[in-house]
């Protein structure tokens, strides 16, 4: 999963950056606590935007490519905050949305993100990052094999006195 974690490119094209923030986004609380704790020196940031709960629609596509519906309200918490520690060598703003009310997870994720953006932040939260991206790789790795164990295949077996 080395690839989920590369240098910030610049521009609205940053796909390293979309992949840290989907890893951080579907993180449990308890996972990034345990990997904020984990930091060598975790920063100190200030607010720019405190979590705050709000409500977005979600919208499905029948068959995945059918007419566009509303299929509900769901939870999302976010939020934004800049590095205040000037030892990190950048000034860096992180941003989160994460589904939900946990306030704690959209800062965890918003405090990652902003120090992923960061030249002597990088490196320790690109190691907490990759391990949290394996951690779900093999767990999405396990459910696999468990739902494959269980997979039925059907087959039909053509008589011999049936015309075709």
């Given at each position: 999963m080395s690839e989920?974690?590369?240098?910030?490119?610049?521009?609205?094209?940053?796909?390293?950056?979309?992949?840290?923030?989907?890893?951080?986004?579907?993180?449990?609380?308890?996972?990034?606590?345990?990997?904020?704790?984990?930091?060598?020196?975790?920063?100190?940031?200030?607010w720019l935007r405190r979590p705050e709960v709000g409500l977005v629609m979600v919208r499905g596509r029948a068959g995945g490519t059918g007419q566009a519906f509303n299929l509900g309200?769901?939870?999302?918490?976010?939020?934004?905050?800049?590095?205040?520690?000037?030892?990190?060598?950048?000034?860096?703003?992180?941003?989160?949305?994460v589904k939900g009310r946990d306030r704690r997870h959209a800062e965890l994720a918003a405090a990652f993100d902003a120090?992923?953006?960061?030249?002597?932040?990088?490196?320790?939260?690109?190691?907490?990052?990759r391990r949290l991206a394996d951690r779900r790789a093999a767990e999405r790795e396990q459910r696999s094999r468990k739902a494959n164990a269980t997979r039925v295949e059907f087959f039909t077996m053509v008589r011999g006195e049936n015309p075709r």
């Amino acid at each position: 999963m080395s690839e989920i974690i590369t240098e910030p490119e610049q521009g609205p094209g940053n796909e390293a950056r979309r992949r840290w923030m989907a890893v951080l986004a579907r993180a449990s609380r308890a996972e990034l606590e345990a990997e904020w704790s984990d930091l060598p020196r975790p920063p100190s940031y200030e607010w720019l935007r405190r979590p705050e709960v709000g409500l977005v629609m979600v919208r499905g596509r029948a068959g995945g490519t059918g007419q566009a519906f509303n299929l509900g309200e769901m939870a999302v918490t976010r939020c934004a905050l800049r590095l205040a520690d000037a030892a990190f060598g950048a000034v860096a703003t992180g941003h989160a949305y994460v589904k939900g009310r946990d306030r704690r997870h959209a800062e965890l994720a918003a405090a990652f993100d902003a120090l992923l953006q960061t030249p002597d932040g990088r490196g320790p939260a690109q190691e907490a990052v990759r391990r949290l991206a394996d951690r779900r790789a093999a767990e999405r790795e396990q459910r696999s094999r468990k739902a494959n164990a269980t997979r039925v295949e059907f087959f039909t077996m053509v008589r011999g006195e049936n015309p075709r």
